[in-house]
């Protein structure tokens, strides 16, 4: 374990390789309104079903909070659901944790990324 976190991290935390990552996907619920947690439940649902792992942070923290604890865990992928995401066809944020930005995707296509 020691040598995994010598190798694979940077000043933001871990960066799990896939293959030994605890969890895949971190997912950052942004809001408690009911179309976010359903949206959410929908998300857990479709990785779980496909045996990705998923973290689910559901605390009712900052957004800069939660992506900056994301980065710490090393966690590989970055999923967000937030009221703009909502607005914007049902889409999802991801972020691939050894990138800088993020991009929209739908929920099937996220999967099969």
Sequence with gaps: MGALVELFSDDNGLNWPETVAPFKVYLAQ??????????????????????IAVFWDDRDE????KFNDA?????????VISEQTIAKKQQIEVKKRTQQTSQMMPL??????
């Design 71 to 79: 980065d710490l865990y090393g966690i590989p992928y970055r999923a």
């Design 30 to 51: 942004l809001g408690n309104q009911e179309a976010i947690k359903a949206q959410c439940q929908k998300f857990y649902d479709a990785c779980t079903k496909q045996d």
């Design 108 to 113: 099937e296509a996220l999967i099969k990324y």
């Design 62 to 65: 900052r957004p800069g909070i």
